[in-house]
């Protein structure tokens, strides 16, 4: 039987393989990786068979509420509580109880968290308290989230942590934080500033709230970026760092599947003109490029709140749900150990994400050296109906691709694009197109600018530096 040539592209480059090449294997950390969903049991009438717990690690159960006396508020719905535990745990997915939140009732819980941390009895019988409702309640562990403790409760916010975390941890249980990015819309940098190194080494991680900055920059790709570079500088490890996305718009605040319910198109963008207040919000392809800088830098991402995602089930809607397009960059990336991750590219063609993994062995989208962009191009190409041959002799690939008709070319238009190794150029249907590097051949495959093939058969090309996201977009 003859061996295939396998012909790819790259960020930069169209590549193919050459006989006998093979993807080295090497340990994967992507199952490191969190993806974590806030479920607000009391906030929402929606059914747990929506939660998608096999796509999550964790299950944030929101909210469980402190009283000045030490002991806790029941749960208004402790039967959802059984049932998302029951699910999740089938699925592997841990299930956390949110301590805390803003307010109750109007309330903020801040006054009633420094009271409590302040008296050394009722802050253990606090602490006795949640361990009881973990035990009850079979769950994994707790979050931690006082909103937020000052300059003048800090010392008592440390106390309550670090208590809470051994009694905890006694129990096999976990203790994690909301915290906030690298400022509070509200605060400043003062509250991410005030924690504690000893507070963020008693955490097994913190869930950064990189959002409600304002209305026009509820949750920039940028401030996401920026709020994990801030606790990376802070000395808290990559692996414990969560990037927090919202699925709620400002200052509307609507849900993100109301919005995608509007329009369908709404679930890629990150602004609609909805009434009587604006909405700006994350769209899917910010959620994906947060991901793949969470993959790159960070240990997970976090949604606030599941149940504002699109329901999976949906005929209509199904395929706009945030977790589930999460989870795709997040499959793509598994079996890619840290140093990989730092270098992937994702490639999405019309909105979908190309699933290049390490599975498949075709090779993954990376950057070089050089920061020039990398990415296996078979696929790609195919999936656009191009057919390709190698022509060992002389080197060379021909792309070939008829396209639609038109005014201008009513029986349609065929396109014929030529590349040979070791040229600083391209032939589209005879014509010379320069390059800005030479086709070459490294590691058995063919690598050669992928704007300059692409776009020769009519098709856009953009990148987004932030997030190593090569765009291609077919022709209108």
């Known amino acids: ?44 009438n929606e059914s747990v068979d929506k939660l998608q717990t096999d796509k999550m690690t964790h299950i944030m159960y929101a909210f469980l509420i402190p009283k000045e ?9 402790p039967e959802q509580l059984a049932a998302v535990v029951e699910k999740a745990h089938k699925d592997g997915c841990k299930v956390y109880i949110a301590l805390g939140g803003w307010s109750d009732e109007g309330v903020p819980l801040s006054g009633t968290f420094g009271k409590v941390a302040a008296d050394n009895t009722l802050r253990a019988k606090l602490i006795s308290s949640v361990v009881q409702f973990t035990e009850d309640n079979q769950l994994d562990g707790v979050e931690i989230d006082w909103e937020y403790p000052d300059a003048y409760t800090l010392g008592n916010y440390e106390k309550l942590v670090v208590e809470l975390s051994k009694a905890l941890a006694a129990k096999g249980k976990h203790l994690t934080a909301a915290v906030n990015g690298a400022w509070s819309a509200t605060a400043g940098p003062e509250v991410s500033q005030l924690m504690t190194n000893t507070c963020l080494n008693s955490f097994e991680f913190i869930n950064v709230m990189s959002y409600d900055m304002n209305n026009q920059e509820h949750s920039p790709l940028w401030f996401g970026s920026t709020s994990i570079g801030y606790w990376l500088n802070r000395g808290v490890s990559p692996d414990r760092i969560v990037l927090g996305m919202p699925l709620y718009a400002r200052p509307s605040w609507m849900q993100y599947r109301d919005i ?20 700006y919000y994350n769209g899917l392809n910010t959620l994906r490029e ?50 990989e991750r730092q270098n992937a ?30 990415v296996p191009m078979r696929k790609l190409l195919e999936s656009i109906g191009v057919e390709l041959t190698w022509d060992n002799t002389v080197k060379k690939v021909t792309a070939v691709k008829t396209l639609a008709a038109n005014n201008e070319y009513p029986a349609g238009r065929m396109i014929t694009v030529e590349a040979a190794i070791g040229e600083d150029f391209i032939t589209v249907n005879g014509k010379t197109v320069k390059m800005d590097t030479a086709a070459v051949i490294r590691d058995g495959r063919t690598y050669l600018p992928v704007r300059a093939v692409l776009e020769a058969f009519g098709y856009g090309v953009s990148w987004s530096d932030a997030s190593s996201t090569v765009y291609v977009q077919s022709p209108s």
Not at 1 to 7: E, F, G, I, P, Y
């Open 69 to 77: 006396d030490g002991t806790v508020k029941p749960l208004k719905k």
């Open 260 to 279: 995608v319910q509007l329009d369908a198109a709404n679930a890629y963008k990150d602004y609609a003109a909805t009434s009587p207040l604006e909405s």
């Open 1 to 44: 039987m003859k061996k295939k040539l396998l012909l790819f592209v790259l960020g930069g480059l169209l590549v193919f393989s050459l006989p006998g090449w093979s993807f080295a294997a090497e340990k994967s950390e992507s199952s490191e990786f969190k993806v974590v969903g806030y479920y607000s049991g009391d906030l929402f």
């Open 345 to 374: 590219v994702t490639v999405v063609l019309d909105r979908q994400v190309m699933g290049f993994s390490k599975a498949q062995g075709l090779g993954m989208p990376f950057l070089d050296e050089n920061h020039r962009t990398m």
């Open 290 to 339: 947060k991901t793949s800088i969470a993959l790159k830098n960070g240990g997970g991402v976090m949604f606030f709140d599941v149940n504002e995602d699109v329901d999976w089930r949906d005929p209509q809607l199904g395929s706009y749900s945030a977790v589930t397009e999460v989870y795709k960059t997040v499959e793509n990336a598994r079996g890619l150990t840290k140093a």
